[in-house]
T-cell receptor, first 118, second 116 residues
Framework: AQKVTQAQTEISVVEKEDVTLDCVYETRDTTYYLFWYKQPPSGELVFLIR??????QNEISGRYSWNFQKSTSSFNFTITASQVVDSAVYFCALSTQAGGTSYGKLTFGQGTILTVHP | NAGVTQTPKFQVLKTGQSMTLQCAQDMNHNSMYWYRQDPGMGLRLIYY???????DKGEVPNGYNVSRLNKREFSLRLESAAPSQTSVYFCASSKEGYDIRYNEQFFGPGTRLTVL
């Protein structure tokens, strides 16, 4: 079975601080994808990044960066110089190529509420 | 190109009432999904449809039924609503559910449902 754990329920920072959101996953599959989604106060889910299990390169997109480490089954997300607009709930998710009817489903973590204060 | 649309945005029901949540996508995706989001529990899959004409149960299917009306539309029905079904419901679609290379999911705006 697949499992995603986001141990940080809530994080509060002051603007311009760097913040890292942790994500730990469990799967027996060797082929899988990891995702991060952002849910701002307006409620919609915004796709941020997808990473496959064969690509451990870290990725940077503006102020966002992601650190994927298969050795520790972690896919952490760092926001550099946080801004008030970064306040949202962030979800980490896992998708595996399991057989039978388990294709395509996303297993979500519980989410981390990030509040950035001015 | 609207992506994934859901109606209604908000709904209040009394216990025992029925209703159908509508979802449509215009991206020519094969796979569609219904999730519910509850505080502290992330999103949980209710039902999914890998392709037109097929539906399968997800993690929390009890109390729900679905219909894949055509390739574009996937509806979720509550036959006899219960307070435990108070939640935010999200519909999603992906190009191809069978191959995870193409199963990036795109989400609708959500429906906030309250059952009294």
């Amino acid at each position: 079975a697949q499992k995603v754990t986001q141990a940080q329920t809530e994080i509060s920072v002051v603007e311009k601080e760097d913040v890292t959101l942790d994500c730990v996953y469990e799967t027996r599959d060797t082929t899988y994808y990891l995702f991060w989604y952002k849910q701002p106060p307006s409620g919609e889910l915004v796709f941020l990044i997808r990473r496959n299990s064969f690509d451990e390169q870290n990725e940077i997109s503006g102020r966002y960066s992601w650190n994927f480490q298969k050795s520790t089954s972690s896919f952490n997300f760092t926001i550099t110089a946080s801004q008030v607009v970064d306040s949202a709930v962030y979800f980490c998710a896992l998708s595996t190529q399991a057989g039978g009817t388990s294709y395509g489903k996303l297993t979500f973590g519980q989410g981390t509420i990030l509040t950035v204060h001015p | 190109n609207a992506g994934v649309t859901q109606t209604p945005k908000f709904q209040v029901l009394k216990t025992g009432q029925s209703m159908t949540l509508q979802c449509a996508q215009d991206m020519n995706h094969n796979s569609m999904y219904w999730y519910r989001q509850d505080p502290g529990m992330g999103l949980r899959l209710i039902y999914y449809s890998a392709s037109e004409g097929t539906t399968d149960k997800g993690e929390v299917p009890n109390g729900y039924n679905v219909s894949r009306l055509n390739k574009r539309e996937f509806s979720l029905r509550l036959e006899s609503a219960a307070p435990s079904q108070t939640s935010v419901y999200f519909c999603a679609s992906s190009k191809e559910g069978y191959d995870i290379r193409y199963n990036e999911q795109f989400f609708g705006p959500g429906t906030r449902l309250t059952v009294l």
